[in-house]
């Protein structure tokens, strides 16, 4: 099935462990994002992709790294978590990073860090 | 983010016409966009608009963008209560290295009671 998935589906982290959420696609997408989602603050973008090999940072990438070492894959890595990144995370892919860039975004990862 | 801006909440009866509005800052935005998102779920596109244009009707939906002001809005007809989810702007705002990386409001929450 064409599309984007992201795991684990939700996740409870002690503070300080390391974590990577997953997400991939296949549609042959270029572009891939990283958004978090928190309650009255709308989506706020972490990282992206515009190709495969390259990255950037978005609006909120302190505490965040990312990669890109295909076109498919967009781990997202959490050094050392900390309870501020409790947060819903999206992935996200375009087709390209041009100026009509319809986004496909996965179902979610919800992050707990206690 | 902060460039894009909406009203949290709107509260329709079922059949009635729900308008959502938004503002946004980047006048060299080509391309603004809806998004819905369903409880529970990723952000699904619903519709966008061209910046040259200032109409789009798509079924039960309008789109009105007004270039000069940086307004746009999203009319649903017949709203039934299957339409309640939230509701995202978002500019195709113009990024470092000619790539483009939309950015979103807040989202409005769209409750629809019979």
């Known amino acids: 099935i064409a599309g984007i998935t992201q795991a684990p589906t939700s996740q409870i982290l002690a503070a300080g462990r390391r974590m990577t959420l997953r997400c991939t696609q296949d549609m042959r997408h270029n572009a891939m994002y990283w958004y978090r989602q928190d309650l009255g603050l709308g989506l706020r973008l972490i990282h992206y992709s515009n190709t495969a090999g390259t990255t950037g940072k978005g609006e909120v990438p302190d505490g965040y790294s990312v990669s890109r070492a295909n076109t498919d894959d967009f781990p997202l890595t959490l050094a050392s978590a900390v309870p501020s990144q409790t947060s819903v995370y999206f992935c996200?892919?375009?087709?390209?990073?041009?100026?009509?860039?319809?986004?496909?975004f996965g179902p979610g990862t919800r992050l707990t860090v206690l | 983010g902060e460039d894009v801006e909406q009203s949290l909440f709107l509260s329709v009866r079922e059949g009635d016409s729900s308008v959502i509005n938004c503002t946004y800052t980047d006048s060299s935005s080509t391309y603004l966009y809806w998004y819905k998102q369903e409880p529970g779920a990723g952000l699904q596109l619903l519709t966008y608009i061209f910046s040259n244009m200032d109409m789009k009707q798509d079924q039960r939906l309008t789109v009105l963008l007004n270039k000069k002001d940086k307004h746009l809005s999203l009319r649903i007809a017949d709203t039934q209560t299957g339409d309640s989810a939230i509701y995202f702007c978002?500019?195709?705002?113009?990024?470092?290295?000619?790539?483009?990386?939309?950015?979103f409001g807040r989202g409005t929450s769209l409750i629809v009671h019979p």
């Open positions: 996200a892919s375009s087709r390209t990073s041009g100026s009509h860039n319809e986004q496909f």
């Open positions: 978002a500019e195709g705002a113009h990024a470092s290295g000619g790539s483009y990386i939309p950015t």
